[in-house]
């Protein structure tokens, strides 16, 4: 069974600290995407990983894939309310998903003053 | 550019009642799939289409019909709706494999809320 797996599922921050999400993935995939959504709103990409090693940073985000460990991380800098939300990762298996994504749980933010 | 655009928004049916959520797409990407979303689930794929005319079940397809006569359509049926399918929809839309490896990025309408009394 494919499973992506997001921890921790809540976050709650302070302000101007830093923090790592955890994306877990149980099959073969070299393509890894991050999402975030805001409450009542649709998805947003935030980043999109395509190899081993890739490293991708916009902001206080940062984001890292190593396929060999299954493991993408979403590293938050000094994080400030804005960053407050809901992320997702998704995983594109390699084979025998038809080219869909496979979702996380998601993992919901709040940073506090 | 309009992106994924769905309608409605909000809908409230009662048991046993059929609708239609629409979907449509003006960036003329081939692939396209139905989401929904519950609290502590994640999304999870109710159908998908890689190109007109194709179509194919995801994880929870039942009590869904879907169908894909255009690239830019895609509508999902509820053809006979139940409480266990109050949840917001989400359809989303990319270029798919054959645009290469960015092509399966997806891009998100703004969702439908739908509850079933």
């Known amino acids: 069974e494919l499973k992506v797996e997001q921890n921790p599922l809540f976050l709650s921050m302070q302000e101007g600290k830093n923090y790592t999400i955890y994306c877990n993935y149980s099959?073969?995939?070299?393509?890894l995407y991050w999402y975030r959504q805001d409450p009542g709103k649709s998805l947003e990409s935030l980043f999109v990983?395509?190899?081993?090693?890739a490293v991708k940073q916009e902001g206080r985000l940062m984001a890292s894939l190593d396929t060999k460990a299954r493991l993408s991380t979403l590293h938050i800098t000094a994080a400030v309310h804005d960053l407050s939300a809901t992320y997702f990762c998704?995983?594109?298996?390699?084979?025998?998903?038809?080219?869909?994504?496979?979702f996380g749980k998601g993992t919901k933010l709040s940073v506090k003053p | 550019n309009a992106g994924v655009t769905q309608t409605p928004k909000f809908q409230v049916l009662k048991t046993g009642q059929s609708m239609t959520l629409q979907c449509a797409q003006d960036?003329?990407?081939?692939?396209m799939s139905w989401y929904r979303q519950d609290p502590g689930m994640g999304l999870r794929l109710i159908h998908y289409?890689?190109?007109?005319?194709?179509?194919d079940q995801g994880e929870v397809p039942n009590g869904y019909n879907v169908s894909r006569s255009t690239t830019e359509d895609f509508p999902l049926r509820l053809l006979s709706a139940a409480p266990s399918q109050t949840s917001v929809y989400f359809c989303?839309?990319?270029?798919?494999?054959?645009?290469?490896?960015?092509?399966?990025?997806?891009?998100f309408g703004q969702g439908t809320r739908l509850t079933v009394v």
């Open positions: 990983l395509l190899s081993n090693g």
């Open positions: 960036m003329n990407h081939e692939y």
């Open positions: 099959t073969t995939s070299d393509r």
């Open positions: 998704a995983v594109l298996p390699t084979w025998g998903s038809q080219g869909n994504l496979i």
């Open positions: 989303a839309s990319s270029l798919g494999f054959a645009a290469g490896e960015v092509g399966t990025e997806a891009f």
């Open positions: 289409s890689v190109g007109a005319g194709i179509t």
